[in-house]
C-alpha cells in the first residue's frame, strides 16, 4: 500500500455523501460532538431537507454555501503590544480562517438557541444567515465594526 503524505490543502477531506460538498463535509465534522458522526450527518441532512422544503427556487446545499459566504468576516481583529500598550489592530482574514470562523460562529448561533430539536434550528440559523441576517451574521457585523472603530491602529499591521 502506497504511502499517501498529508498536505495542508484539505486533501484528505472527503466530500459527504449526499451532495458531495467538501464545505458541508467540514461542516459535518465541526458540528460532530463525541465522534458521533452519523448523528451529525442525520441533523446536516434533515436541516437540509427543511431548508428545501422552505426555499424551494434554489438546491439546499447553495442556500447553505451563501450562508457560509455570508457569514465569513473579510477582517479581523488582532491585540498587538506596542510600546507598553495593547492595541486592537485590524487585520485581514486568511480565507481558510474566513471559513473555520463563519461555520464556528453558525455552530454557536445554533447551539446557542433552544426549545426546537437541533436540525430545525441549524436550517433556521442557515436561512438567517442566507437572508444576511441572525446571530452569526451579528457575530460578523460585531467583529467588522470593532474594525472599523480601530482602523486608526491599522498601521501597526506589520
Known sequence: MAYKKWTKSGDQLRPDAKYGSRLAAKFINCMMW????????KIFYQAMDVI?????DKP??????????????????????VG???????MPVNSRRSQSLAIRWILEATRGKGGRPMYQ???????DAYNRQGAAMTTRDNVHRMADANKAFA????
Open 121 to 127: 434550528r441549524l436550517a433556521a440559523e442557515l436561512i
Open 60 to 81: 439546499p446545499i447553495e442556500v447553505f454555501e451563501q450562508a457560509i459566504d455570508n457569514v465569513k468576516p473579510h477582517i479581523q481583529i488582532r491585540s498587538k503590544r
Open 52 to 56: 428545501s422544503k422552505k426555499i424551494s
Open 84 to 90: 507598553g500598550s495593547n492595541y486592537q489592530v485590524p
Open 155 to 158: 498601521h501597526f499591521a506589520w
Open 34 to 41: 463525541s465522534g458521533k458522526k452519523t448523528v451529525s450527518q
